[in-house]
């Protein structure tokens, strides 16, 4: 539904808002009067159709110019990152997948990789899912084998995702066996995120867990972000996909990370490495009954 009329936009407005959104995606920033002359509708549509897509996180607006991709400040919208780089999150959900157990609980942040790691989960039930994400939620709420628990608080529609003191208060109060997440950049070694907010939950999603995972595709590391959320040491396993170079690897290796590529996760041996290696030592313990329905 539009934020700015309240009514369902026409076909003719959802093709011009998706033209406009393809159009500020390619480019990654471009001034206002440039896609007015590019779209060819009048300025003050194009800016009710602007004020409608940032309504929606799809886009920022400032100062004459529109901005789509993730920024240090911003993060683009749920809807736009499923979109992106499927292939390569779905090779890392299948790699993140072969690291679970039936019985386990484990905890899933906001990101997108996460809906596909979900859509995986049924057969590796019974589990206990723990997410803060309401598409992750959605995948798995018609699947008796998993248990889930849904973290709420203050919604955010560009994240599709609940955060805030309600959301920090649930998560200090569990205790899973595994953390799984990505970041939107890892810029020497260090995991960031544009937004605070994002980076509390993410913070006390690793405190709550014995074990913590991260996966992250080959573009995070050409990107940026304002805060940080942990040094890759700290995480029990970085699964990256293929296409990573090996000087990315190398940086995280140096600073003692344990790294696989997909293509090296093997059921057996990985489950061993993250039983037998890695820094974590919160004391975390998996939650009793996981995997009820």
């Not at 039930?125 to 889930?148: D, K």
């Not at 529609?157 to 970041?183: E, I, K, Q, Y």
């Not at 990315?248 to 993250?274: C, F, M, N, W, Y």
């Amino acid at each position: 539904m539009s934020a700015t009329s309240g009514r369902r936009p026409s076909g003719k407005q959802q093709d011009r808002r998706r033209r406009i959104t393809e159009l500020v995606m390619a480019e990654g920033s471009l001034r206002i009067d440039d896609l007015v002359a590019t779209v060819g509708a009048s300025a003050m549509t194009v800016y009710r159709d602007l004020a409608d897509l940032e309504s929606q996180g799809l886009v920022h607006r400032n100062r004459g110019y529109v901005s789509a991709a993730s920024s240090l400040l911003y993060e683009a919208a749920s809807e736009y990152r499923m979109q992106q780089n499927e292939a390569e999150k779905d090779e890392l959900a299948a790699a993140a997948a072969e690291l679970i157990e039936p019985g386990q609980a484990l905890v899933l942040d906001d990101s997108t990789t996460g809906v596909y790691l979900a859509r995986r989960l049924p057969e590796r039930a019974p589990l206990t899912v723990v997410t803060n994400h309401r598409g992750v939620f959605g995948e798995l709420a018609a699947h008796q084998g998993v248990h889930l628990i849904s973290i709420g608080g203050d919604y955010l529609p560009w994240a599709d995702a609940f955060v805030g003191g309600m959301a920090l208060d649930a998560l200090r109060g569990l205790r899973v066996d595994l953390a799984v997440m990505s970041v939107s950049a890892v810029t020497d070694g260090i995991c960031c995120y544009p937004q605070q907010e994002m980076v509390q939950i993410k913070k006390a999603m690793l405190a709550a867990a014995s074990r913590r995972v991260l996966y992250v595709d080959h573009t995070k590391f050409r990107r940026r972000a304002l805060h940080t959320v942990a040094p890759a040491e700290e995480f029990d396993m970085v699964i990256v996909d293929s296409a990573t170079p090996d000087a990315e690897i190398e940086v995280l290796v140096q600073r003692g990370a344990t790294v696989r590529r997909t293509g090296e996760i093997h059921p057996e041996t990985s489950k061993k490495d993250l039983a037998t290696t890695g820094p974590s030592s919160n004391g975390a313990a998996g939650v009793q009954g996981a995997g009820r329905a």
